[in-house]
């Protein structure tokens, strides 16, 4: 704690009071070994000197014995040491100052703040990195901080969830299953919305004909009194109700049969609601059937107004009020627990008051509780009101206590509300534009990888040949670096990168291609603006071409391997012209020309680096092709200067016997520079 | 409404922050009614934390450099140190009570901080500041042995009275004791606490009286020579 270090003198000098009572000699304190001299580290105390940390541009100073109170941080402890800068006499951190200034404050002042305006997580990446625990922030800011965080990663868990979801849903695989997602999903095909806004329709017109059913259509011309409509029309209505429920009951009944888990469908809300909407009918037809008691009919016919709630499959809107209502249970309950208790008091106060008018409506207390509600509720019919002074005094404080208890939980209610609308809104638009989000991040990720394969072939382009002009600020030495290790992963694996398309992405990188098909990688190219190819260049390592036997025993295989190590790095040729690329016809015109030896030589010095014990491979008295015999030979030496030098230059610029090639494919081979210093 | 409470409250949600505002305000205006019924004037001072009154600005440097025997850049770093942990300039005694708490984790620092406050508080005011502070680390670290020693027969001297009686003896001893705590080997018992008082005492007392000077003091503590051991270097 900051205040002990700073007090802690103070207190030992104070001890000395301690001397003269004590019952054994006290003993001397931790003597210090006094520098020589003034170091430059700051041990000597005398002169606690200032410290410059330089973040990204704005100087920050302050005393080093302030930094030093937090030993366990990045500041407080030699770490910081690793971002001195020697010339300029100062610490540069290359990272944002807002949020530095906040940490800096925590070092002087010991409590740390969190700024509202700051991203959660950039706030705790600044933390981590300075090697400061979020947990030290100070009590006023740290409610407003776990808030942030706890949203943060609840909006994560929902983005990685509805991730999954989108990805693991694979096609349904039976016909509950389609019919499952339709009946959820009405955007999933036609025939669900179809389905969808029938029943819809359906709800509709049932819930109106109910309605229409009470209203009154005249007289009766036999008994001369007023007919309800569904009296007139009755057997009108009555086919119009079978049509509904008909449509109700399959819908029922197709539901029931598409749901994964019937006991959990069968017990959820809306299918209860389902149920209790067409019950009514089917009660109705056996009674009616029976034809006994017809009051019990008509009490049955008020629950076909719960189709109304079928709506709420429909409605978003409806499903929101009623899971408000739902977590809102706790205000609802406060709010009818009081209400309750304020009409039992104004009612008896109020019955109490008026039992000596004559005549009075307030004949009990439950007569009472009417007026009470009444009034309470501002609503104040009239039918019921108080004569007497006291009465009407009770009377009085009973309608403003009743404004006040009812307008206390309704902002509660009403936030609720709005709360979870708007969650459900963000859900919805999150889905719609997740589909978008994914292919952007998708789209930028492979820019970057690609532009770096780009700079990267640039780069060796521009070692083959000095001449080819190229922007020298693109090259530095960790992209040199980086450079020279991918083409060592390269040639370990006996792989080549490869820009990546947007399917190759979707399928998971191209660089892995099974089998023995040599061409499976060229598929992938469209156009000769692809200059990288993918080669599987199995044949080569010996492991590998003895587990390739079992592929590659026929013909044609074999003619592909022969005229693939041809030509490794460009399309490789089809001698059968199997294959019916344009490009690959072109290549092997060509490679009839060229001598090949230049391949093999490439090859060869390729494998060399990969392994040496496989000397039989490329013995290059024996070559593969026997037209190369003799230049093969002659390519023995190169091997040498390979071994020695060992890098990638090297390996890059033994490349550059392609040079025959016509200048068509000069694209397509990316090393099409002369260099006839390996052939001797 | 105790369960209304209980539920709401317990419930994490942003809506009782809503219920809590709504209480507030309820209450305000209870209170607000109930003022305007008696007519009373609340001094709404409790919202200021009275800080503009009380800062408290030492003297200048040089005066201090003066009085003292630090050097500038010693005064500087004392004071900003001073500063940090207290920017109003004023140490209370409960301020110094609750530094001390931290330093005795164990203990119970009531009885000490007060006779050091005392001490401290040269002006009786309640709280002490800076010039008091650093004339007193002046004393003690870079003090003569008469100077330290008269320092200390003051802390002792609870009554202010010039001389130390076996009460004051035994209440410095006491406070020790507390600042220990509880948890030491071996148990810390009464008869070992008077014991050491007794034996303080006798030892000091020259004269049958029953009071210790300023020269007894002195003469004994010199000659007990526990003094040399100790050299307080704080910077």
Redesign the interface.
């Known amino acids: 704690?900051?205040?002990?270090a700073?007090?802690?003198?103070?207190?030992?000098?104070?001890a000395?009071?301690?001397?003269?009572?004590?019952?054994n000699?006290?003993?001397?304190?931790p003597f210090?070994v006094p520098t020589s001299g003034a170091s430059p580290s700051g041990n000597d105390?005398?002169?606690?000197e200032k410290i410059i940390i330089n973040v990204s541009g704005r100087r920050f100073e302050c005393?080093r014995s302030t930094l030093e109170k937090y030993p366990d941080s990045l500041l407080g402890s030699n770490e910081k040491e690793f971002f001195y800068d020697e010339d300029t006499r100062e610490y540069f951190f290359d990272r944002d100052p807002d949020v530095f200034r906040v940490i800096l404050n925590f070092y002087?002042?010991g409590k740390l703040h969190y700024p509202k305006h700051e991203c959660i997580a950039a706030y705790d990446e600044e933390l981590a990195f300075f090697g400061i625990l979020p947990d030290i922030i100070g009590d006023c800011c740290y409610e407003d901080y776990r808030d942030r965080k706890r949203e943060n990663n609840e909006r994560l868990i929902d983005d990685r969830l509805h991730e999954d979801e989108d990805k693991a849903q694979p096609k349904p695989q039976s016909i509950r299953e389609t019919m499952w997602r339709a009946f959820e999903n009405p955007q999933v095909s036609t025939m669900a919305s179809v389905f969808y806004y029938v029943t819809g329709f359906f709800i509709a017109v049932s819930v109106i004909a109910n309605v229409l059913d009470t209203v009154s259509c005249g007289t009766d011309p036999e008994t001369g009194y007023a007919r309800t409509c569904g009296e007139r029309f009755s057997r009108q209505f009555f086919c119009l109700d079978t049509a509904c429920v008909m449509i109700f009951t399959v819908e029922y009944f197709l539901r029931l049969y598409a749901a994964p888990d019937r006991l959990k469908f069968i017990r959820s809300v809306m299918s209860v609601i389902d149920v209790v909407a067409i019950m009514p009918y089917y009660i109705g037809l056996f009674m009616h059937q029976k034809g006994e008691v017809s009051g019990a009919f008509v009490t049955l016919r008020v629950f076909r107004v719960f189709r109304i709630f079928k709506f709420s499959r429909h409605s978003q809107g409806l499903r929101v009020l009623g899971y408000t209502l739902k977590s809102?249970a706790?205000?609802l309950?406060?709010l009818l627990?009081?209400l309750t208790m304020a009409i039992i008091i104004f009612a008896t106060v109020m019955y109490y008051a008026e039992k000596s008018v004559v005549h009075t409506k307030f004949t009990s207390i439950p007569a009472a509780f009417w007026y009470t509600i009444v009034t309470m509720t501002t609503l104040g019919y009239g039918d019921i009101v108080p004569k007497t002074w006291a009465g009407k005094i009770v009377g009085g404080v009973c309608s403003l206590s009743g404004v006040l208890v009812i307008a206390?939980p309704v902002?509660?209610i009403v936030?609720?509300f709005s709360?979870i609308y708007h969650q459900s809104q963000r859900a919805d638009k999150m889905k719609a534009q997740r589909k978008a989000r994914q292919t952007r991040i998708r789209l930028a990720r492979n820019a970057t990888s690609n532009a770096f394969v780009a700079a990267k072939r640039r780069h060796e382009q521009y070692l083959d040949d000095p001449d080819i002009p190229v922007d020298k600020n693109i090259v530095n030495p960790f992209e040199l670096q980086h450079h020279h290790l991918l083409r060592c992963l390269e040639l370990t694996t006996d792989r080549e990168f490869v820009e990546m398309g947007p399917d190759a992405l979707m399928g998971g990188g191209a660089n892995a291609v099974a089998g023995a098909h040599p061409t499976t990688g060229i598929a992938r190219l469209g156009s000769p603006a692809r200059q990288f190819i993918l080669n599987r260049r199995k044949w080569w390592c010996c492991g590998d071409r003895m587990n390739n036997t079992n592929a590659t025993t026929n013909e044609e295989e074999l003619d592909e391997e022969l005229g693939d190590f041809q030509l490794p790095l460009s399309l490789t040729p089809r001698a059968s012209g199997s294959t019916g690329h344009i490009v690959n016809i072109n290549t092997t015109n060509v490679i009839q020309h060229r001598p090949s030896s230049a391949s093999v030589q490439h090859n060869v010095v390729l494998h060399s680096t990969i392994s040496e014990s496989s000397t039989n491979r490329f013995d290059l008295n024996v070559p593969f092709d026997t037209d190369d015999r003799i230049l093969g030979r002659r390519k023995t030496n190169s091997l040498t200067p390979v071994q020695e030098q060992g890098s990638t230059n090297d390996l890059l610029n033994d490349d550059s016997h392609t040079t025959t090639i016509p200048t068509s494919h000069s694209d397509i081979i990316h090393r099409p520079t002369t260099d006839d210093k390996q052939t001797v | 409404m105790s369960w209304y409470h209980s539920t709401l409250l317990n419930t994490d949600r942003r809506p009782s922050r809503i219920i809590a505002s709504c209480k507030q305000f309820s209450r305000r205006v209870s209170v607000g009614i109930s003022r305007a019924v008696r007519r009373i004037q609340v001094p709404d001072n409790r919202l200021d934390g009275g800080q503009s009154k009380n800062l408290q600005h030492p003297r200048s440097l040089d005066e201090i450099v003066k009085c003292t025997r630090f050097s500038k850049s010693e005064v500087r770093l004392l004071y900003r140190g001073f500063k940090q942990e207290c920017p109003s300039g004023n140490v209370s005694e409960e301020r110094l009570r609750e530094i001390y708490v931290q330093i005795f984790p164990q203990g119970n620092a009531l009885r000490y901080t007060h006779l050091l406050f005392s001490v401290l508080d040269r002006n009786h005011k309640g709280t002490f500041t800076f010039d008091d502070y650093i004339l007193t680390l002046s004393v003690l670290c870079r003090g003569t042995i008469d100077e330290k020693l008269r320092w200390i027969f003051r802390l002792y001297d609870i009554n202010g009275e010039g001389s130390i009686t076996r009460d004051s003896v035994a209440e410095v001893i006491l406070s020790f004791y507390d600042l220990l705590g509880r948890s030491v080997q071996p148990r810390v018992e009464e008869e070992d606490v008077q014991e050491h008082v007794d034996r303080i005492f006798e030892s000091i007392l020259s004269t049958s009286t029953e009071e210790i000077a300023l020269e007894d003091f002195i003469e004994y503590c010199k000659h007990v020579g526990y003094f040399q051991a100790l050299p307080i270097e704080i910077l």
């Open positions: 704690m900051a205040s002990v700073a007090w802690l003198p103070f207190a030992r000098a104070a000395i009071g301690w001397v003269p009572l004590a019952k000699p006290l003993p001397p304190p210090r105390r005398r002169c606690d005393w002087r002042t809102c706790s205000e309950g406060f627990f009081s206390l902002p509660v936030s609720n709360r």
